[in-house]
Protein backbone atom coordinates (compact mmCIF):
# COMPACT_ATOMS: atom_id res chain seq x y z
CA UNK A 1 0.00 0.00 0.00
CA UNK A 2 1.30 3.81 -0.80
CA UNK A 3 1.74 6.02 1.83
CA UNK A 4 2.70 9.66 1.92
CA UNK A 5 2.68 10.39 5.19
CA UNK A 6 3.42 14.34 6.24
CA UNK A 7 5.00 15.97 9.93
CA UNK A 8 6.35 18.92 11.07
CA UNK A 9 3.31 21.28 11.25
CA UNK A 10 2.53 23.41 13.86
CA UNK A 11 1.30 26.71 15.35
CA UNK A 12 4.39 29.39 14.66
CA UNK A 13 4.37 33.25 15.26
CA UNK A 14 4.96 35.20 12.19
CA UNK A 15 8.74 35.32 11.60
CA UNK A 16 9.33 32.07 12.50
CA UNK A 17 10.82 28.88 10.76
CA UNK A 18 9.41 25.09 10.61
CA UNK A 19 10.24 22.46 8.71
CA UNK A 20 8.00 19.61 7.35
CA UNK A 21 8.53 16.20 6.43
CA UNK A 22 7.20 13.35 3.67
CA UNK A 23 7.91 10.19 4.04
CA UNK A 24 6.83 8.26 1.49
CA UNK A 25 6.53 4.28 1.52
CA UNK A 26 5.05 1.49 -0.65
CA UNK A 27 6.68 1.67 -4.09
CA UNK A 28 9.30 3.18 -5.74
CA UNK A 29 9.05 6.62 -6.81
CA UNK A 30 12.20 7.28 -9.37
CA UNK A 31 9.88 8.01 -12.06
CA UNK A 32 7.63 10.72 -10.19
CA UNK A 33 8.67 14.39 -9.29
CA UNK A 34 7.76 14.82 -5.36
CA UNK A 35 6.09 18.47 -4.03
CA UNK A 36 3.56 20.26 -1.76
CA UNK A 37 0.42 22.18 -2.26
CA UNK A 38 -1.44 23.94 0.67
CA UNK A 39 -4.99 24.92 0.68
CA UNK A 40 -6.42 27.99 3.09
CA UNK A 41 -9.37 28.01 5.15
CA UNK A 42 -12.18 29.37 2.19
CA UNK A 43 -9.21 29.45 -0.65
CA UNK A 44 -8.41 26.88 -3.77
CA UNK A 45 -5.91 24.39 -3.48
CA UNK A 46 -2.01 25.96 -5.19
CA UNK A 47 0.87 24.78 -5.78
CA UNK A 48 3.98 25.60 -3.41
CA UNK A 49 7.02 23.87 -4.62
CA UNK A 50 7.97 20.58 -5.82
CA UNK A 51 11.74 18.62 -6.62
CA UNK A 52 13.00 16.18 -8.98
CA UNK A 53 14.69 13.02 -7.09
CA UNK A 54 17.05 12.20 -9.75
CA UNK A 55 18.16 15.76 -10.52
CA UNK A 56 17.78 17.36 -7.55
CA UNK A 57 16.13 20.41 -9.81
CA UNK A 58 13.24 22.41 -8.13
CA UNK A 59 10.69 25.10 -8.89
CA UNK A 60 9.08 27.05 -6.37
CA UNK A 61 5.33 29.22 -6.46
CA UNK A 62 6.24 33.18 -6.72
CA UNK A 63 4.21 33.64 -3.01
CA UNK A 64 7.52 31.84 -1.16
CA UNK A 65 10.20 31.72 -3.62
CA UNK A 66 13.26 32.76 -1.55
CA UNK A 67 11.90 31.67 1.55
CA UNK A 68 10.65 28.06 1.04
CA UNK A 69 13.70 25.33 0.35
CA UNK A 70 12.54 21.79 -0.49
CA UNK A 71 14.52 19.14 -0.40
CA UNK A 72 14.87 15.72 -0.39
CA UNK A 73 16.88 12.05 0.48
CA UNK A 74 15.41 9.64 -1.74
CA UNK A 75 17.56 6.89 0.21
CA UNK A 76 14.87 7.65 2.89
CA UNK A 77 12.17 8.20 -0.07
CA UNK A 78 11.72 11.38 2.46
CA UNK A 79 11.17 14.91 1.07
CA UNK A 80 11.61 18.34 2.98
CA UNK A 81 9.78 21.51 3.07
CA UNK A 82 11.77 24.35 5.29
CA UNK A 83 9.50 27.46 5.88
CA UNK A 84 11.07 30.70 6.53
CA UNK A 85 9.89 34.17 7.56
CA UNK A 86 6.46 32.36 7.50
CA UNK A 87 3.91 34.99 7.35
CA UNK A 88 -0.04 35.08 8.24
CA UNK A 89 -1.25 33.86 4.45
CA UNK A 90 1.28 30.86 4.92
CA UNK A 91 -1.31 29.16 7.01
CA UNK A 92 -2.92 26.68 5.32
CA UNK A 93 -2.97 22.70 5.32
CA UNK A 94 -0.24 21.82 3.70
CA UNK A 95 -0.01 18.38 1.36
CA UNK A 96 2.79 16.05 0.07
CA UNK A 97 2.25 14.70 -3.40
CA UNK A 98 3.91 12.32 -5.45
CA UNK A 99 3.31 12.63 -9.35
CA UNK A 100 4.71 11.07 -12.32
CA UNK A 101 6.42 13.07 -14.56
CA UNK A 102 4.93 15.07 -17.20
CA UNK A 103 2.48 15.77 -15.29
CA UNK A 104 1.82 19.36 -14.78
CA UNK A 105 1.81 20.80 -11.16
CA UNK A 106 -0.26 23.79 -12.22
CA UNK A 107 -2.98 20.95 -11.81
CA UNK A 108 -4.23 21.04 -7.92
CA UNK A 109 -6.42 18.44 -8.17
CA UNK A 110 -5.89 14.69 -7.71
CA UNK A 111 -4.82 13.37 -11.06
CA UNK A 112 -4.87 9.49 -12.25
CA UNK A 113 -1.58 7.99 -10.99
CA UNK A 114 -1.09 10.94 -8.05
CA UNK A 115 -0.15 9.73 -4.60
CA UNK A 116 -1.13 12.29 -1.81
CA UNK A 117 -0.84 12.56 2.06
CA UNK A 118 -3.31 13.45 4.05
CA UNK A 119 -2.00 17.01 5.10
CA UNK A 120 -0.34 18.73 7.91
CA UNK A 121 -1.73 21.57 9.37
CA UNK A 122 0.58 25.24 9.42
CA UNK A 123 -1.01 27.81 11.33
CA UNK A 124 1.30 31.21 11.83
CA UNK A 125 -0.46 33.40 13.92
CA UNK A 126 0.40 35.80 17.00
Known amino acids: QVQLVESGGGLVQPGASLRLSCVAS????????MGWFRQAPGKEREFVAK????????YYADSVKGRFTISGDNTKNTVYLRMNTLKPEDTAVYYC???????????????????WGQGTQVTVSS
Open 97 to 115: AARQRGTNWVETKVVEGDY
Open 26 to 33: GRTFNSYD
Open 51 to 58: IRWSAGST
